[in-house]
Structure formats: C-alpha cells, structure tokens
C-alpha cells in the first residue's frame, strides 16, 4: 500500500515537471514569432464588431445632428463697439483737418479704447430681423453682425426691452435662413434642448451644447432692473458662457423655446446652470419692437409678491400659488377702484391660472391698456370673487435709491408681544417716524424689535438687518390699528399656530411701500 502511494507521488511530480516544461518553452518561443506570424490585428476580418447601440439612441444622436444642421445656419455672431469721442479741431488747431479725429492727446497716460463686446442672435424673418439680449447691444454705437456662410453686415437696432432683457436688430439683406419659433408654454422638465451661439468670443463661434430643461419659471432676483421687469427664465444644464447671450434654445424638433440669458456662477464660467428667456414672451416683446421700437405694458396698478404657505392657508387654498396684493400705486389704481384688496391672492386673470408673479406679469402685460380683465382672487375664509377691472398703461418706475449706513437705527421700544414676537411703538412716540411724513393711513405701530426665537423672526428678519428701515403696523387681520390697545384687541380672538396677516406700510430711506405678511400666531401673553 505504501508502495502504490509512493508512485502516486512520483507520478504526479513528473506531471508537474513536463507542464513546467512546456510553459517555459513557450515563453521563450513567444518573442521569437515573426510579425507575418502575428494575427492581423487591423484586418477588419478579425477587428472586434462596433457596440450595437439602442434604436433610440441612434435615433436621438441624428436628432441632435438634424437640429445641428438646421439652425445653426439661422444663428448669427454679434460683435459690438462703442464710439471713441473724437477731438476736436478747436483743441488742436494745429493739425490738419482729416487727421484731428484721430488725435490722441499725449499727456494721456494711454490712449483711448473702445469698450468691445460680443454675443449671439437668430434670425427670426427672411429680411434680415435678428433677436438677441438687450445687454448684447445696450451702451454700444456699432454692431457687426457675422454669419454662419462667413458673411458680414452692419447691423442698426430696431427696439430693446430692458425689463425683458431683449432687443431686435436689423441687417440689410434678402433671403436669409429664419429659425421656427415654438412654444415655450409646452415645454417639460426632463425634455433635450440645445443651446447654440458662440461662447468665449469668435474662437468658439456656432458652438452647439446640449442638456435638459432643469426648471422653470425660475426667478433671478439679481437681473430685476424695475418693477416691470419680468423675470420667468427657463433652466437648463446645457453647457452656456460668455458669448452665448442671445443665441436660441432649441427642443428636438428644431424650434427655438428660449433666448440664452444668464448663467448662475460663482467664477463667470458655466457650471451647471443657464437661463433662457421663454420664447413666447421674448416673440410678444419682438413683435412690439419691429411694430413700433418699443414695448407698451398695460397694468393693474398693483404691487404683489408670491403667496407663501401662510397666505394660501389664510385665504383657504388647498395649494400654494397665486400672488399676493400688498399695495396700490396710487389711489388711482384701477384694481383698487374696481374693488380688490391689499391682502387679495389673485389666483387667474380671465380664467389663466396665476401660479408666480411672472406669469401675472406676462398675462397682464402684455394686454392693450384701457382692455378689461376678470381678476379671480381668494379671500380670507375661502371666498372665491371675480373682479373685473380696466388696465390703465403702465409706467416708467423711478429708479430705487440706495440706502446710506449713516443713518441711526431705529431704537427698541416696549417689551416683546409674545403671540408676534414683536415690541412696538406708537409713530408719535418713535424718534424716527416722528420725522416722516405720514398720512392717515400709513398712522399705526413702529416694529422697534424682532424676537430671534419668535414666530415673526423670518417675516420680519429685515428689522435688525437694515438701517433706515422703518416698519409700521396698520392692519391686523384686515382690522385698522393705531395704538396699543388696539393691537391687544386685534389679537384676541387670535389663537396661537393660527396664520396672522399683518399689513405694514414700511420705509427703506427715502422709498415707501406697503406690504403683507403672514406668518403663525405664538403662545398666548
């Protein structure tokens, strides 16, 4: 028996030695082997089959392709210059007369430079119309416009629109590729869109990028140059930077749904997040400015903001949207004589919904003045009313005055009134308002102090924050109060975690306005 294993062991080790011998063999024979020897590694007989896309990816891929070839040569580049102010003969009469332009004065540390810009545009009609940004041509003298077949014309602008952000310009020329305009009111989250123009200047002219719509109706508060100004852009992570402003958005079928605008970035490059002007509203602003140069409004004379969660609970809603009245221009305002109410949550304008105030913007102005509109709003307790009113033209804003730090801050007054988190003062009591001149109806309780940890501290966090801001109290709950006592009475019947509305007339420097807001009553006093 010990025999047999010992066989065993000598026949398995001769194994292992042969299998040994064989791999080093080979080893050696390896390097030897010609290259004629060697597979054909670039015949396409032994070259390994492509990836096997999808049907839908290759239908998409020639999608972008189409859409690539079809625009592109509608998209223009926009080169801009500013005029060099030109001496004058006068100050230099000894040079001759075609060279005085010209003359750079020498005591100039250094000469004179026109200040450049470029952007993108497309070209909207056969006869030479372009849309493109307002800020791609506003401040400049010259615009040269180049096209996709390398042609180049001088471009005039037709009209701008500042609180739009978009301008219209002209070239003389016939025949000119046009882009189609969509609708930008189907678009979806999620949908490909392509954004085309030329980034970075004339390097990276009739770049195409794509991405997704990322969101809409987004707000840029920073790009609010008035209170016309209608901020409602569409978001999308298609790769936009400098040079792209006025270049088309595009969905897949090949129709323009937006005019890149903006991006939001911290080093001015791209990173993730561009802007679009829907194409429905910069179409309603272009046709006005080839029609007539420019863009007339009609208005409610309203000023609103967005309803908050405590808006709609106050007034019954079961969502949250709709805006917010706060204030009338003037005791003019045709929305104030046909009855609407600061504090009103206007919820539609002639059976549109009105989700966020661009679209009440958009709805409303783009209307004729003297048009009338049914106005639905909701009320506190769940009322449901429609009121009709008559649009009167709207007006240039003065433009907003900056606060100065100099000015004292408003001293505290009182202890805080628990159920608002708030110490008050009576105007005639508080050093600051008693300097101002209020009416009647501005007459009520200066907020002197917000409680941190109260259930005003994020409605009412601008108290602490600014100077020269002075916050009166006029109504509680639609109830008119104007001292103390009337306060206590307003807010007895107010149960704690119940909405508060607080209506204030308010006062940052030298600019006024009224305002409501809402928030959750805190413990009982």
């Known amino acids: 028996m010990s025999r047999t294993r010992e066989w065993i062991k000598f026949g398995t080790l001769i194994g292992v030695t042969l299998a040994l011998a064989v791999a080093f063999v080979s080893l050696i024979d390896g390097p030897t082997r010609s290259l004629a020897q ?212 595009v969905n897949i079928h090949g129709q323009v749904v937006g005019v890149n605008s903006a991006i939001a970035s911290q080093t001015g490059f791209y990173e993730g997040y561009s802007f679009a002007i829907p194409i429905n509203l910069a179409r309603t602003v272009g046709d006005q400015l080839i029609a007539s140069g420019k863009v007339t409004r009609a208005a409610l004379g309203v000023r609103v903001a967005a309803a908050s969660d405590t808006d709609a609970e106050y007034v019954g809603l079961a969502e949250v949207r709709g805006v917010v009245i706060h204030d009338f221009a003037s005791d003019d305002s045709p929305a104030k004589k046909a009855g609407l109410e600061v504090g009103d949550v206007i919820i539609a304008v002639d059976g549109k919904e009105v989700d966020y105030v661009a679209q009440l913007q958009q709805i409303v102005g783009f209307k004729r003045p003297g048009e009338r509109v049914k106005v639905t709003v909701m009320r506190p307790g769940g009322n449901r009313e429609d009121v009709t009113v008559r649009l009167i033209e709207a007006r240039a804003e003065a433009p907003v005055r900056v606060a100065s730090a100099e000015e004292p801050r408003t001293p505290a007054g009182g202890s805080f009134q628990r159920k608002l988190g708030i110490a008050v003062e009576d105007v005639s009591s508080n050093a600051v308002a008693a300097n101002l001149r209020l009416g009647d109806d ?68 030298e600019t006024t306005r009224s305002r409501v807001v809402r928030f959750r009553a805190g413990g009982e006093q």
Do not use: C
């Open 442 to 509: 501005q007459r009520g309780l200066v907020i002197t102090e917000v409680d941190p940890n109260g259930p005003a501290r994020d409605a009412l966090a601008a108290v602490d924050a600014r100077q020269r801001y002075v916050p009166i109290i006029t109504h509680v709950n639609g109830e008119r109060v104007r001292t103390p006592a009337d306060l206590q009475r307003a807010l007895a019947v107010v149960r704690s975690g119940e909405v508060v509305s607080l209506r204030l007339f308010e006062t940052i420097a």
């Open 38 to 249: 060697q597979p054909a590694l670039q015949s396409a007989a032994n070259r390994p089959p492509p990836v096997q896309a999808s049907q839908p990816v290759i239908d998409l891929g020639n999608a972008f392709v189409s859409v690539a070839e079809v625009v592109r040569p509608a998209v223009v580049y926009i080169q801009s210059q500013q005029r060099v102010e030109a001496r004058t003969p006068q100050q230099h009469p000894e040079l001759p007369a075609p060279f005085d332009r010209f003359f750079i004065d020498p005591r100039q540390d250094a000469p004179q430079q026109p200040q450049r810009g470029s952007g993108s545009g497309f070209i909207i009609s056969p006869d030479g119309y372009i849309m493109t940004n307002n800020h791609v041509v506003e401040g400049f003298d010259f615009l040269d416009v180049r096209l996709f077949d390398g042609r180049k014309f001088s471009a005039k602008v037709v009209g701008r629109d500042p609180d739009t952000d978009v301008a219209v310009i002209k070239i003389d020329a016939r025949d000119l590729p046009s882009v189609s305009l969509g609708n930008s009111d189907s678009v979806r989250v999620g949908e490909w869109v392509l954004a085309i123009g030329n980034p970075l200047g004339q390097q990276f002219s009739f770049t195409v990028t794509a991405g997704i719509v990322s969101g809409r109706g987004r707000l840029i508060g920073s790009l609010q140059r008035s209170d016309w100004s209608i901020s409602d852009f569409i978001q999308t992570d298609a790769a936009i930077n400098r040079g792209n402003s006025g270049g088309p958005l």
